[in-house]
């Protein structure tokens, strides 16, 4: 069965409800449409979830006590408060990063700096601007004309702002006091130029940028947008001394956003409404998360597998490598990217900013997570507020999904070996 025909099943399939809406929720009034209501079933169901109610960070030490214990808790053997349990179903959900902390209390307004002016730079300066996620914007460059034409760019903008305040220079003093610093500042790939010879080239370039921004910052966020990003966030968590919920790579993020966009536009759905990840590398050896991919509620493959609707992992295959291979056709076509990512890692500080506490697939150290033993920085399902990242959402993997992400683990932890950068 060929792609299109594949998720044209799905979608009959999907869309259809046995269950009439008086059944499902008698209270209230329906239409007649089978998607919306079996959409609406499934939200009133997820929406009596004991996991989405408020935790209690008190309660966390007995989850963290009852599990040392191994004796799991359900509520079928316990005689605890729903809120109790809703604590342990939720602690269970994540696992705390290490140092947690958060990084300094925001002030009335927020600093953002953004190092690096290109086209990725300026994309994601200008996206913080229209969604109001800042006070104040400092942009660094060594390029000290391009960096003050884009400076008063921006600042002829001001009767189209809010009062946002818009700063430049080259001396990195202008970034003081800042709450996140994006890094997007790096070395291109020249033509024959291997993939160690270019780390070796961003490496230098971020021994003149890390420390200079924790040092005007020190109590700042490092978001790291530069590529290769997994090292080079690991590299920055180096250089800088911070504790590792403080810096942050934006990783698969756009890679996630791309492959909900592909599920969504073969079932004509939102892609709101799609969850779904690309995780591990930024890169060739990223791992798509189809076990665990869900539309308003209903995972896909097990879907498929239910109504027997015969696919091919060819065809699964295919999309994610029409994900991976994103942003070479946009290259191909207009010379580089730009919107995309601009909106991805402004979604990034937009969370950590107003404390959303939403999860990311972004580059975190990786160590302890899925059998992964080296010191690594790639892309996890990530919750994220003003401490940075919060914690990583312990998604259930396949065996082959594990192993796959354990590869990627090593061909990320090699590069490094041979960098002597470890």
């Known amino acids: 069965m060929n792609n299109m025909a594949v998720f044209a099943s799905l ?39 004991a996991w989405l109610k408020p935790r209690d960070p008190k309660g966390l030490r007995i989850v963290a006590a009852s599990s040392a214990s191994g004796k799991p808790t359900t509520p079928e053997t316990t005689s605890k408060p729903p809120a109790t349990l809703a604590v342990e ?50 942009l660094v460059d060594i390029q000290a004309d391009k960096l003050r034409g884009e400076m008063l760019d921006l600042q002829h903008a001001a009767a189209f702002l809010t009062g946002t305040k818009i700063v430049a220079d080259t001396d990195y003093a202008v970034t003081a006091g800042s709450d996140i610093c994006v890094i997007t500042a790096g070395a291109r790939q020249r033509e024959g130029e291997s993939r160690l010879d270019l780390v070796e080239r961003n490496l230098h370039l971020f021994k003149s940028i890390v420390p200079q ?96 609707i015969p696919y091919e992992k060819e065809t699964l295959e295919n999309i994610h490598r029409v994900v991976v291979n994103g942003a070479y056709e946009v290259i191909k076509l207009k010379g580089y990217t730009s919107w995309a990512i601009g909106y991805s890692a402004a979604s990034l500080v937009k969370s950590i900013v107003r404390n959303q506490k939403r999860i990311h697939p972004v580059s975190v150290l990786a160590k302890g997570f899925h059998g992964i033993e080296d010191d690594v920085f790639l892309s996890l399902p990530a919750q994220l507020g003003t401490a940075g990242v919060l914690g990583v959402a312990n998604i259930p993997l396949t065996g082959e999904e594990t192993q796959r992400l354990n590869l990627s683990a090593k061909a990320i932890f090699a590069v490094q070996n041979q960098l002597g950068f470890v």
């Open 11 to 49: 979608e009959n399939c999907f869309c259809s409800s046995t269950r009439s809406p008086a059944e499902c929720i008698p209270s209230i009034p329906f239409n007649s449409n089978p998607l919306q209501t079996q959409l609406l079933c499934n939200k009133f169901s997820i929406r009596q979830s």
């Open 213 to 308: 921004l924790v040092k005007h910052s020190p109590d700042a966020i490092l978001l790291v947008v530069s590529n290769p990003v997994d090292i080079l966030t690991h590299i920055a968590w180096k250089l800088s001394g911070l504790p590792s919920n403080r810096v942050l790579g934006s990783g698969t993020n756009l890679d996630s956003s791309r492959f909900r966009f592909l599920i969504a536009d073969h079932l004509d759905v939102n892609a709101q409404d799609v969850q779904a990840y690309i995780i591990g590398e930024h890169g060739d050896s990223s791992v798509a998360l189809w076990s665990s991919i869900s539309v308003g509620g209903v995972p896909v493959v097990s879907l498929l597998e239910k109504e027997q």
């Open 89 to 138: 179903i939720a602690d269970v959900f994540f696992k705390t990063t290490q140092s947690a902390r958060p990084s300094s209390q925001l002030r009335r307004g927020t600093k953002i700096t953004v190092v690096g002016v290109g086209n990725v730079g300026m994309a994601i300066a200008q996206t913080i601007l229209t969604q109001e996620l800042t006070t104040e914007l400092a």
